[in-house]
């Protein structure tokens, strides 16, 4: 496999693209290889890490492994990267199967968790570690890892040591590192997990400029997800070994197959009662509400249960004039967050979160206030019970 | 401590009291030091400046008596070669449990420390029992066929080196593991996921960062291995002499007590010396993994 994508400079990357091209996964002069999982196991003792997991990642692609501690994305990752050695299943990179290859011979780049700089070597020595490795000459190792360095900003602390450098640096030197041998696939572990929160805002932005400019593959374990959410072509969400749902962030939101998913993914509103039809049209009933819901294939038979997710931002509150139509309740918290107001309102159906755009408020929250809170039947989403 | 007891204590502030009991409690290891320990030492540095003359002559002989020559010369290449087999099978060990199982991690560090409860001289008579003409090793060796003649494996450099190194080891371990147990475990996959062989990560990233261990270890290990007195005596047959039974020798046969004690003294010197090197480049209280 010949790889040919030049590092681009610095003065390059600078003006970071606000607005990505669309969800379009060809990207022009890239050799990123895709990924086929397929039906991994691996069992630690009686406990399973993966169950059975399989999943597409596109080449290109910028594909988030979203989970909780301990859902066995970590596990998958390291098994991509050839650490982990599943029991049965394959995994094939451009086609090719490399389960049995051992890490070194896989050519991942891979950004540890924590970010594994080596503590003797200068940043300049950690970077070219890899080309060192692979017997490269003196003068095209100080080219590619000047190359690198300045990919990430980093030129003027070549001669620094790890330990001299901030918790931000460290992670571009990570990066760098990774990238500098160009592979096809590059896999970070939680990069951003070690850094405080506004400058994991910042480089998260790089990252995904980063991901535009090189089109390698990258594979993001994560169990924040705002950073998911933020970054990803695609997410999968894994929960207990399995791939729950995978898909495009806005899909995931927006339709969530599962109550996990409605719940870990963002916040919701859940509705749980027995589905009725009224004119034709399916309905939820509880605690003597009739509440409208989206006519889908996920609706069950008339008669059985159902939960329906409702987004907190999806509703609409009025103050209550007794009329129209709304489910009414009484404003029994809410806290001001610049942009939103997020409001607690008991309801007949329990406690309702909403997030209301600050502009948007078309009243003045008073304690113990009567609204109603309304919101169109396509903004809910039945969702399987997996609690 | 509650004052309760002590009805005339109050004239002394609380701090002043504590401190009065820690002095008190140190007192007596105090005084035992200085009549058994420093006592015996201040004469030993006497004696080789005032037997037979007062003077620095018995340091003069120790450069051209050529016996001395000789017991140092053995004495350095047996110390150098059990220190390295002592540091090779000590790495070993060391990389061994650092990377076992947690669970396993005690029991072997505890097989590893069992050497410590058994006597230096039980243990040498130990392998003499295993190892001499008539012994297991050789009598197994005869009956299976191997050899035809026992094989001499004590009573010469060989013997020594053996009974030393099995002493040696564990001191070798400590400080090893104590290094090792500092390097995160992610280094060496991060060198496997940039394209390092097992073995090229080990040498390009393990055993750089183990340098300060192996450093501390072997300077530790090279200082206990001058001071050997009874495995030489025992296992090298009276003929690899070392340092320190050519002391014994002096000042328990030969009554050359000045010559004897300017080689203790020489020898005390030069550990010394190498603990200062060695405190320059690790601290104490690391080595043995005290936090």
Redesign the interface.
């Known amino acids: 496999m010949t790889r040919q994508h030049p590092l681009p400079s610095a003065a390059t990357l600078s003006p970071i693209p606000l607005q990505q091209e669309g969800l379009s996964m060809t990207q022009p002069d890239t050799a990123a290889s895709g990924l086929t999982i397929q039906r991994l196991v691996k069992q630690y003792g009686e406990t399973y890490a993966l169950k059975d997991v399989s999943l597409e990642i596109p080449a290109g692609s910028f594909t988030t492994l979203l989970g909780p501690s301990g859902s066995g994305k970590t596990t998958l990752l390291m098994s991509i990267?050839?650490?982990t050695r599943p029991e049965t299943g394959r995994i094939l990179a451009g086609g090719r199967d490399i389960t049995g290859l051992?890490?070194?011979k896989r050519?991942?780049?891979?950004v540890?968790?924590?970010y594994?700089l080596?503590?003797?070597l200068t940043v300049a020595g950690n970077v070219g570690?890899?080309l060192k490795?692979?017997r490269r000459s003196r003068s095209e190792i100080a080219t590619r890892v000047a190359a690198a360095l300045d990919l990430v900003q980093l030129s003027h602390l070549a001669d620094r040591y790890p330990r001299q450098l901030s918790g931000g640096q460290q992670q571009r030197v990570a990066l760098a590192?990774?990238l500098v041998?160009e592979p096809g696939v590059l896999?970070l572990d939680e990069p951003l997990s070690a850094l405080d929160k506004s400058l994991r805002a910042d480089l998260q932005w790089e990252l995904k400029a980063l991901h535009a400019r090189l089109g390698v593959t990258f594979v993001y374990v994560t169990h924040d997800q705002e950073e998911a959410l933020s970054m990803s072509d695609q997410i999968a969400i894994i929960r207990a070994g399995e791939v729950v749902q995978s898909g495009a962030p806005a899909e995931l939101y927006d339709r969530p197959k599962t109550h996990f998913i409605a719940d870990f993914l963002g916040r919701s509103n859940y509705v749980e009662g027995t589905v009725a039809r009224r004119d034709g049209r399916p309905v939820i009933e509880a605690a003597g509400q009739l509440v409208p819901v989206p006519e889908c294939a996920a609706v069950p038979a008339a008669g059985r249960p159902a939960i329906l997710a409702i987004r907190p931002e999806k509703i609409t509150v009025r103050p209550d004039d007794g009329q129209g139509p709304g489910l009414p309740g009484r404003l029994s918290a809410w806290s001001y967050l610049g942009a939103t107001i997020s409001c607690r309102v008991a309801t007949d159906l329990g406690e309702f979160h909403v997030h209301l755009p600050t502009w948007q408020a078309a009243f003045e929250p008073q304690p113990g206030q009567a609204l109603r809170l309304d919101w169109p039947p396509e903004a809910g989403r039945i969702v399987r019970d997996d609690r | 401590m509650s004052g309760a007891a002590l009805p005339a204590a109050p004239a002394l502030p609380r701090m002043d009291r504590t401190q009065l009991i820690v002095w008190a409690m140190a007192l007596l290891p105090i005084v035992v030091l200085c009549v058994f320990y420093f006592y015996p030492l201040m004469r030993v540095l006497t004696i080789s400046v005032t037997e037979p003359e007062f003077g620095l002559g018995n340091y003069r002989d120790i450069f051209t008596s050529s016996a001395v020559r000789r017991v140092v010369q053995t004495t350095l290449w047996i110390c150098v070669v059990s220190s390295v087999v002592s540091l090779f099978f000590g790495y070993l060990l060391a990389y061994a449990i650092v990377h076992a199982a947690p669970s396993w991690q005690s029991w072997m560090l505890l097989a590893v420390l069992l050497s410590f409860w058994v006597s230096v001289l039980i243990r040498t008579f130990s392998w003499i029992a295993l190892l001499q003409t008539r012994g297991l090793v050789n009598e197994t060796l005869q009956v299976i066929g191997l050899i035809d003649e026992p094989i001499r494996f004590i009573r010469n450099p060989f013997g020594v080196i053996l009974g030393m190194v099995h002493y040696m080891i564990p001191y070798a371990v400590l400080p090893l593991m104590a290094n090792m147990r500092t390097i995160?475990t992610?280094?060496v996959?991060?060198?496997?996921?940039?394209?390092?062989?097992?073995f090229?990560a080990f040498w390009?990233?393990f055993l750089?960062?183990s340098l300060p261990g192996l450093i501390s270890a072997s300077i530790l290990v090279f200082i206990f291995s001058i001071g050997f007195y009874i495995t030489p005596a025992l296992l090298g047959g009276g003929r690899s002499t070392m340092v320190a039974e050519y002391i014994a020798l002096q000042v328990n046969e030969t009554l050359a007590w000045g010559q004897g004690t300017a080689l203790a003294s020489s020898m005390l010197i030069l550990v010394f010396a190498m603990l200062v090197v060695l405190g320059r480049i690790v601290k104490f209280r690391t080595m043995f993994g005290a936090a």
């Open positions: 990267a050839g650490f051992p890490p070194e050519e991942f780049g891979m540890f968790q924590g594994a080596f503590p003797h570690f890899a490795l692979r590192r990774a041998f896999l | 995160d992610r280094y996959p991060a060198a496997r996921g940039l394209g390092a062989s097992p090229g390009r990233v750089p960062l």
